[in-house]
């Protein structure tokens, strides 16, 4: 699509209606460019390889912040994938709240916090899904919260995961297992060692 905004010509005397003119048009043509931008090169082809490492290239192309990643199999569809940063993980301090069937692309952290968090959804349907792949640097702490009752829930036998930062792209894709296996009508809890609980399904660049 090309760019068809006119800078205006300067006056010869100061004006400042000329002044402003130009610096709206030239804003608009900033604007115009970041509208149309795609990633390509070395950005696509990382996304484009991940896509294939886990298991379901993208039927199309398409940038990192609507890709459809991994997970398909045969035939199946993947997560939809978000590429997110620094400014994403809000409060508390460094805490990124998860959507239920999605995945997310880290990347772009600063130093602080340490580590950063990804907090899973809570106590969603059984079977959810979240992936996080790691491209940012740093270490991302999983952290799956409380249930209902105030129990802690618990992720691969802990009450946190650790995804670490090298090499870059390490991922692990979670599955919401839910009341982790415990009698009908009795309650998850420190008294009978039933959690509900979230497993690791599928770990890459380990």
Do not use: C, H
């Not at 009795?186 to 399904?201: D, E, M, R």
């Amino acid at each position: 699509m090309a760019i068809t905004t006119r800078v205006p010509d300067p006056t010869n005397e100061y004006e400042v209606a000329n002044q402003r003119q130009i610096v709206r048009s030239i804003n608009n043509i900033v604007q115009q460019i970041n509208a149309q931008y795609k990633p390509q090169g070395e950005i696509f082809s990382e996304i484009e390889q991940l896509s294939y490492f886990l298991g379901n290239a993208p039927a199309k192309p398409s940038g990192p912040e609507s890709a459809t990643i991994g997970g398909g199999g045969s035939g199946g569809a993947g997560l939809p994938y978000s590429r997110i940063g620094q400014l994403d993980f809000g409060s508390p301090l460094g805490t990124f709240i998860a959507a239920a069937n999605r995945g997310y692309l880290v990347s772009e952290l600063g130093y602080l916090p340490d580590p950063y968090i990804v907090r899973l959804p809570v106590e969603p349907a059984v079977g959810t899904k979240v992936s996080v792949v790691n491209g940012s640097g740093y270490g991302l702490s999983v952290e799956p919260g409380y249930d209902s009752l105030g129990y802690q829930i618990k992720i691969d036998g802990g009450y946190s995961a650790f995804v670490g930062y090298a090499p870059a792209g390490i991922s692990r894709t979670y599955v919401y297992f839910g009341d982790g296996g415990y009698p009908a009508g009795a309650t998850p809890g420190y008294g009978y060692n039933y959690f509900n609980t979230w497993y690791s399904i599928a770990v890459g660049y380990n």
